[in-house]
């Protein structure tokens, strides 16, 4: 057999082997169908094995050096190329660490293929890799892209240290994730296709969840991750602050001659219309209640109390004075404090305290009896900054609303139709990275 000949039979080889072990990925996995339909694998010389989120890319001596040393391997590698466009890791930000976020992307996978206890997949690296997912999960929780990543920027590897650590998730190439600078990041490819794919699969992980108990549980960390809302909390709080804002008439600038003149002349014509407004000193009061279960540190937590004081304070305008009133709440308490500057919030911030079980009800029932004795001139709303799930009033109040929850397994805790709900993860309210 000559050299051509050879190679052709070898890269027919390698074909058959990614083949196969899509084959078997479909059989095992059937909520990943549509995912491993996605593409057939291309040959490029070289490449080990890669993907753009458009094509999965191999070269053949990598495939069957695999398959050669481990029969399981080609199928394993498969997943987790497949699972990185899942969970559209290569759509990242221009400005990610990119060491430390193929790292964490690896990992993440590597993890959760572990996890599904699937013997097609099974290989012989991960009790190592156990070992070092087991130390994660105590000290960085979850085990997502996002979750690893913000934990290696907070705990640097030494080099020897990280370089072990990548050998040992290592399963495909990323350069293409970064081709040509910014390709993948500016165009964004693809990325739609795989955002439906990711919203699918998490319905049909729901039902392969509970059949595998907590098999597939990493897998859905995963999908919560990529598939939950994200909110910018200043801004809406700016919105929410501003909304609804009163216009009226000026009857002291408006010039009643060229209005009676024009419709006398044209009838019902007037030359001008009552369009000038006059300035208002509007005074808008929000509530804001505090409640902490022990998410959030103390220091997590009046970080976040300041970023929504400076928010809040910051919508002041010359026709428009925000009043803030603030209800520490404590179990079936709640008491109020008035806070008129930053000295009497750094006042507040020193009392609060962390309790292990949470009721909305007092602070709605203490809102209530002040709107009733007249102490708020305009109530605009309530906002309740909580880290816990609680019992909630059963009518709707006499003003918006909003609870801002911060929960960190991405789930989105139940509300009443009535109220407004926005979901923060930890690092999402971190006061320092939002000045």
Not at 83 to 97: A, P, R, S, T
Not at 137 to 156: D, N, V
Not at 258 to 272: A, S, V
Request: proline share 3%.
């Amino acid at each position: 057999m000559n050299e051509p000949q050879a190679k052709n039979k070898a890269d027919a080889l390698a074909l058959d082997v990614l083949t196969l072990a899509r084959n078997t990925l479909l059989v095992n996995l059937r909520f990943l169908d549509v995912a491993l339909s996605q593409f057939m694998p291309e040959f490029r010389e070289n490449i080990g094995l890669a993907t753009d989120g458009q094509a999965m890319y191999y070269d053949t001596l990598h495939v069957l050096r695999g398959y050669r040393d481990e029969r399981t391997l080609a199928a394993r590698e498969y997943l987790h190329l497949v699972l990185h466009c899942v969970f559209q890791h290569m759509y990242h930000n221009k400005d990610v660490d990119r060491k430390l976020w193929d790292l964490s992307c690896d990992i993440a996978l590597e993890h959760a293929i572990s996890q599904l206890k699937l013997m097609a997949v099974t290989v012989e690296r991960e009790q190592k890799q156990r070992d070092i997912t087991e130390k994660l999960k105590r000290q960085a929780g979850m085990l997502t892209a996002g979750k690893i990543y913000r934990w290696l920027l907070t705990h640097p590897l030494g080099e020897t240290e990280y370089e072990t650590w990548r050998r040992l998730f290592f399963a495909d190439g990323h350069d293409l994730w970064y081709e040509n600078g910014e390709t993948i990041q500016t165009q964004r490819t693809g990325l739609e296709d795989w955002q439906e794919i990711a919203r699918r699969m998490q319905v049909d992980m729901e039902t392969f969840a509970r059949r595998q108990g907590d098999k597939a549980e990493a897998i859905m960390q995963n999908l919560r991750e990529v598939n939950r809302e994200t909110y910018d909390y200043a801004g809406f709080l700016r919105k929410f602050a501003t909304r609804g804002e009163p216009m009226r008439t000026n009857p002291d600038e408006f010039d009643y001659i060229f209005y009676t003149y024009g419709m006398r002349l044209y009838e019902n014509m007037p030359l001008i219309e009552p369009l000038e407004y006059r300035d208002i000193k509007n005074i808008r009061e929000f509530v804001v209640a505090l409640q902490f279960s022990g998410l959030l540190s103390l220091k997590e937590v009046r970080g976040f109390i300041r970023k929504t004081y400076e928010v809040l304070r910051a919508t002041d305008s010359p026709k428009s004075q925000v009043r803030l009133h603030f209800l520490l709440c404590d179990g079936a308490n709640a008491e109020y404090v008035h806070i008129r500057d930053e000295t009497e919030l750094e006042t507040l911030l020193q009392r609060l305290k962390i309790r292990d079980e949470t009721d909305f009800r007092p602070a709605f029932i203490h809102a209530d009896g002040m709107l009733q004795r007249g102490e708020f001139r305009n109530l605009r709303g309530l906002i309740y900054l909580t880290d816990g799930a609680g019992a909630f009033p059963r009518a709707k109040p006499n003003y918006d609303a909003v609870f801002v929850f911060v929960n960190d397994d991405y789930g989105k805790p139940d509300v009443p139709p009535w109220a407004i709900r926005i979901v923060l993860q930890r690092d999402e309210i971190d006061y320092d990275k939002q000045q």
